[in-house]
């Protein structure tokens, strides 16, 4: 086996992860990536960690029908990159992706071109292939971006996945900093002008108010039923602990205060982001389609909120509605 090393990059898990951290959001508009900087880097970091020359990186991503956008041909461009393409779904789902990765790496492991294999990403499904290429000899590192309050000390990594592998280094922070910029602060007046030329787009293509129905004598005999008032929300309730230092709030509140409040947050600045970035018509079809979101918006904002919450509390059917009327919310805040 060749004493060398080979990187593995899932493109989705780590622009999604240094995007969040220049930009606070996954929404690829809102940063740019500055490609060669990051490759580079972690080819750095990789043979500073191990003083080995390395094979190949491997770069992984998906497109509409597997086919090369102008971005994965400047990539592929880069001295000692290979791109690798899945494909994206009618529901934007990334389809193949995964599977070539897993295959490229047993594959290397196989033909011993190389003894290492430094891996980018925190797919569970990828445990498989981690022991297949272990067991042909060759040693698997994840190569994971820091996050202090994880168990693991990285960022959306998959506990098994974590196991699985020889152990885990990260990337350095500065070239995170260095590789990905946030595009620009969010611009109100582009904002505001595009909501308002959306609106107005709508309100122009809306059919014409039906004329009001005169009431029959039938109806007009009918006695009004008079409806229950309906119980206002009971207010969460504050308890303290017997010790008296500690406080928090009963039953299920504790969730509402923290992780509901969390995710109103993120529903609404993905919606701003969002805004920020888009044209009057982008909005009048978004809006045409209440209240299904398009896959990519619907992808960040459960990206954004597992960056926070972690996935297993993202996974949850209430914080997932949360996300979403935030969203909306936000847009109607503002049109």
Sequence with gaps: MMNQ???????????SLGGHRAAGTTLRSAFTTHYEALVRGIVQTVKKNTGLNN???YWYDASKDGLFTEQHKRIGLIPGVKVRLGRISYNGEQK???LRLALDLVGVARNGSASIAYLVSGDDD????VEEAQDLGMKVVLLGVAKSDSRLGVASVAEHLALTADYIEIVPNQLLDSAF?????????????????????????????AKPSVPTPAVMAQKPVIRPAVEPEAEPVVIYS?????SGYQGSAAYEQQELKVAEEIGAKVAESWLAFTTQSDVVELIADKPQLPP???RTLLKDCAQVLGEWKTDQQIIRRT???AFWDYLGKIM
């Design 5 to 15: 090393t080979a990187i593995f990059i899932d493109a989705g898990f780590l622009l």
């Design 55 to 57: 094979l190949r990186v």
């Design 96 to 98: 193949g992706v995964d």
């Design 126 to 129: 990828l445990a498989e292939a």
């Design 181 to 209: 910029t946030k595009v620009l602060e969010w611009d109100k007046n582009h904002s505001e002008k595009t909501s308002l030329i959306a609106s107005a787009s709508l309100e122009t293509e809306a059919k014409p108010a």
């Design 242 to 246: 017997s010790g008296g230092e500690a």
């Design 296 to 298: 990519e918006i619907d």
């Design 323 to 325: 996300l979403r009327g």
